[in-house]
């Protein structure tokens, strides 16, 4: 700064040269009335000595971290350093205990069990000769619990539902609705909703193929110069009514001696259980847990209605397919065969009774 101010008074007008500069100037130099033109007509020693002022002048004192976080309860530490040569005092000035080291340059300040909401030291550095130097670090005390996820533990496929995730306890530096906070729901790498809030409550229509989907809520709290972040996860249960109930069969129209196949799908949560109304029990074998049912020869009288009937605790449901009977068309041969037949016994016995006679 001295130097700053010696260099602008070089190059500030006469009038003013002479009566700013006329302190510093060499006796040599200087004589009532006249004026030093440029710094070269500076005392050597006064010239040193504002150098030396000046250097001593610049020197800093700095804390580290500059933004500290601590969770009530816990602790912190704190180095203050300066670069101040001949200092006659470095120090912490504090409401509160805490445990210090020093040594050259540096002073550190450790805080246990920090149960104050606002606390902001101040690090002093003491010169003969100058100004004390101080600087001050906000310690950024705070209280942020783990979120919680309020959702419905059994929850029906094709209802609406909602989730709600919210931070139970989050406090900074005292105050209970720190703006820097914010809150997302996530379902894989998908982000369902969040909110710059303390709570996020997001609804949904509930799918069956999302049973076992897991859930993630996400708090983040930025507090001084640190991010926290704190999660909670649940998975979806979501039970359901029989749904894709469908059936098929290898025949809709058989023939007497046909080895007929039905089968029943149905999905559900729990898995439904399948039972049968048939045209008749005669002949019918079940399968893959009643699933399937095979006739391995089937007759007449099988024709009709193959209801499949599927259900669960949360519903039931129902499939059906007609299954016709077909007789098989006669030959002509073999009907030929019989008229053959017929008229070779009339004519035989026509013959037989005209040699009677």
């Known amino acids: 700064m001295a130097l700053r101010r010696e260099v602008e008074l070089c190059s500030a007008p006469s009038a003013k040269r002479e009566e700013e500069w006329s302190p510093f100037c060499s006796s040599s130099h200087f004589t009532e009335g006249a004026l030093c033109s440029s710094p070269s007509q500076i005392s050597p020693h006064i010239f040193s000595f504002f150098l030396i002022v000046h250097f001593l002048d610049t020197c800093n004192v700095t804390i580290h971290p500059e933004a500290p976080a601590v969770e009530f309860g816990g602790s912190v530490n704190l180095n203050c350093t300066t670069t101040c040569a001949n200092y006659t005092r470095l120090d912490w000035e504090i409401s509160v205990e805490g445990g210090i080291q020093k040594g050259d340059g540096w002073i550190s300040l450790n805080l246990t069990n920090v149960s104050e909401w606002e606390l902001q030291p101040i690090c002093i550095v003491q010169r003969a000769g100058f100004d004390s130097l101080d600087t001050n670090v906000v310690i950024y005390v705070y209280q942020f619990s783990t979120p919680v996820l309020n959702l419905t533990s059994k929850i029906v496929a094709n209802h609406r539902e909602k989730i709600v995730c919210s931070i139970p306890s989050l406090k900074v530096r005292g ?84 080895a007929l196949v039905v089968k029943c799908h149905a999905e559900g949560k729990p898995f439904p259980e399948f039972s049968w109304d048939l045209p008749s029990q005669t002949g019918v074998e079940y399968s893959d847990n009643n699933k399937t049912i095979t006739i391995p020869s089937a007759q007449k009288y099988h024709n009709g209605t193959y209801r499949c009937l599927v259900h669960n605790v949360y519903g039931d449901g129902s499939t059906e397919v007609d299954i016709l009977y077909e007789e098989a068309p006669r030959s002509w041969v073999t009907v030929w065969v019989i008229v053959s ?14 040699k009677r006679r």
């Open 175 to 258: 105050s209970s609705s720190p703006s820097n906070v914010s809150i997302f729901l996530r379902k894989g790498s998908n982000i369902l909703k969040w909110e710059r809030s303390i709570s996020v409550e997001y609804s949904f229509l509930a799918k069956p193929q999302e049973d076992g989907d897991e859930i993630l809520c996400e708090a983040n709290l930025q507090v001084g110069s640190e991010v926290l972040q704190k999660s909670a996860n649940r998975t979806l249960k979501i039970v359901a009514s029989p749904y894709n109930v469908n059936i098929s069969t290898n025949f809709t129209v058989y023939k007497t001696g046909a």
């Open 341 to 354: 037949v017929l008229v070779l016994g009339i004519l035989g016995t026509i013959c037989y009774c005209l």
